[in-house]
């Protein structure tokens, strides 16, 4: 977590001074972070770099992909603010019930996503639907190289 609080203050920081200077153009940046719960704790503090990414990285080009398999640990105006859902493997009832509770679409779909053991079958949430659509996510398998005779 320390490297991450550093290298999300100096992306963040980047992008204000570009967005001061009008030099932001179609340039946008997105971040990826795995294990999330470590990475953006749950607090009431609304000043911390990860409140100002959720509240205005859109404003400056910052988009924010995060996995997590504990959303209830998760800080609140990241989980307010966060647009598209992808559902996967969740173990804990908590869990799935503070999911329910951040989005309605998934009231009816906790038993469910508590009992899925496909690999890769997820439920997605855009902003742009309204409901809760299943899919089935395919391994990523590399490309092997061809090599010339």
């Not at 153009?25 to 749950?42: D, M, S, T, W």
């Not at 647009?83 to 989005?103: C, G, P, R, V, W």
Request: aromatic share 16%; proline share 4%.
């Amino acid at each position: 977590t320390y490297f991450f609080f550093f290298f999300s203050k100096a992306v963040f920081s980047h992008q204000v001074n570009k967005f001061s200077n009008n030099k932001l153009g179609k340039h946008f940046i997105q971040v990826y972070f795995e294990e999330a719960h470590n990475l953006f704790p749950r607090n009431n503090d609304v000043t911390t770099i990860y409140s100002r990414f959720a509240k205005e990285g859109a404003k400056y080009h910052i988009g924010i992909v995060y996995s997590t398999q504990s959303p209830s640990t998760i800080n609140n105006d990241l989980l307010a603010q966060t647009e598209n859902f992808f559902i996967a493997h969740m173990s804990s009832q908590d869990e799935t019930n503070a999911l329910a509770k951040m989005n309605f679409a998934y009231e009816s779909m906790k038993e469910d996503i508590l009992r899925a053991k496909t690999p890769g079958y997820m439920r997605m949430l855009t902003r742009s639907h309204r409901f809760v659509v299943p899919m089935q996510a395919i391994k990523f398998e590399p490309r092997q190289a061809v090599t010339q005779p």
